[in-house]
């Protein structure tokens, strides 16, 4: 968000600085961002990218047409898996809803809720921290439940300490 901000105000220094922040950085970042993040880099590497405050005419425009949204309901295996303290869980959905992701324990009690909010359709990931949940989770098996209309999945992961 930072990148297309500074671009969008002609700021393509600033711009490319985080994009080589996040890149060193090794952050996580979405395959829609990274392949629209890539071609941009490509347009700064060729000069074929000229904004400026002044310009106009100038526009990177990026239609909503060209970017490829999941074609299905999906939650992915939390990785790592065993984990301690944080591990990741994404998702895909095909079509904007009403999305919860809440993590329990063997015995079903909810420990946690990741995510409770209407989403847009997308590629999406969710930290979660053994450690700050509850004053820290002992070590165990747990379970992670997508609900986004009716789709409906669930998937197990194990805490280790």
Known sequence: QKIFANLGIGDLNTARTIYDNIKTRAYSIDSISISV?????????????????????????????????PSKFMLHQNHPNPFNPITKISYTIP?????????????????????????????????????????????????????AGSFVSVKKMLLAK
């Open 37 to 69: 993040i890539g071609e941009i880099v490509s347009m700064f590497r060729d000069n074929n990218l000229n904004l400026s405050n002044n310009s106009t005419s100038d526009k990177l425009i990026i239609e909503k047409d060209d970017i490829e949204f």
């Open 95 to 147: 079509e904007p809803n009403f999305v919860t992701l809440k993590i329990f324990d063997v015995l079903g009690r909810e420990i946690a809720t990741l995510v409770a909010e209407y989403q847009d359709a997308g590629y999406k990931t969710v930290e979660f921290s053994g450690v700050s949940t509850n004053g820290g989770l002992p070590s165990g098996v747990y379970f992670y439940k997508l609900v």
